[in-house]
T-cell receptor
Framework: AQSVSQHNHHVILSEAASLELGCNYS??????LFWYVQYPGQHLQLLLK??????LVKGIKGFEAEFIKSKFSFNLRKPSVQWSDTAEYFC??????????FGRGTSLIVHP | EAGVAQSPRYKIIEKRQSVAFWCNPI?????LYWYQQILGQGPKLLIQ????????DSQLPKDRFSAERLKGVDSTLKIQPAKLEDSAVYLC?????????FGPGTRLLVL
């Protein structure tokens, strides 16, 4: 069965620290990859997406993610986090015959 | 551009009661999704519509859950009868060219 794994369930960082959140998916073929963010009290918002082309994609608020096909990974990165990045982050996969599937999420807390 | 609208935002019912949720997608979005998000987990797809047709409902518990999108625009999701384990946030999303846009969700508590 298709699955999406997010390795870190809870991450706590200080402001200005670098961030990398892992995401792996379990199936091959053509996939569309997404990172969504949910700030406290708000609904899910798209952070960035990869459909094709350059495997390094840039999103909003300084986030980027790299698609590594050989590793079935789509890790999210930010060189310097801010307190306002405190949120829940979800990796998701869709495309082809696959139904949209989300990881269980990573809760990020950034200390000021 | 208006976002995805959902109502109600909160609902508390007792087990074995019925409940319905409503979703109005972004104008022009042909694809509509209903997700269930249990606390501490990621959203799980319940049903996906393309216009008024069902694309996938493989994870919908059809003995108690039903959904419709009769005119290919807004949609309703119903649970009848509800169980304690149905307590969750029910998210509606619509998409254009593969990117989903989510509504605020309906938080359901079944007592």
């Amino acid at each position: 069965a298709q699955s999406v794994s997010q390795h870190n369930h809870h991450v706590i960082l200080s402001e200005a620290a670098s961030l990398e959140l892992g995401c792996n998916y379990s199936y091959g073929g053509t996939v569309n990859l997404f990172w969504y963010v949910q700030y406290p009290g708000q609904h899910l918002q798209l952070l960035l997406k990869y459909f094709s082309g350059d495997p390094l994609v840039k999103g909003i608020k300084g986030f980027e993610a790299e698609f590594i096909k050989s590793k079935f990974s789509f890790n999210l990165r930010k060189p310097s986090v801010q307190w306002s990045d405190t949120a829940e982050y979800f990796c998701a996969v869709s495309g082809g015959s696959y139904i949209p599937t989300f990881g269980r999420g990573t809760s990020l807390i950034v200390h000021p | 551009e208006a976002g995805v609208a959902q109502s109600p935002r909160y609902k508390i019912i007792e087990k074995r009661q019925s409940v319905a949720f409503w979703c109005n997608p972004i104008s022009g979005h042909a694809t509509l999704y209903w997700y269930q998000q249990i606390l501490g987990q990621g959203p799980k797809l319940l049903i996906q519509f393309q216009n008024n047709g069902v694309v996938d409902d493989s994870q919908l518990p059809k003995d108690r859950f039903s959904a419709e999108r009769l005119k290919g625009v807004d949609s309703t999701l119903k649970i009848q009868p509800a169980k304690l384990e149905d307590s969750a946030v029910y998210l509606c999303a619509s998409s254009l060219e593969g990117t989903q846009y989510f509504g605020p969700g309906t938080r359901l508590l079944v007592l």
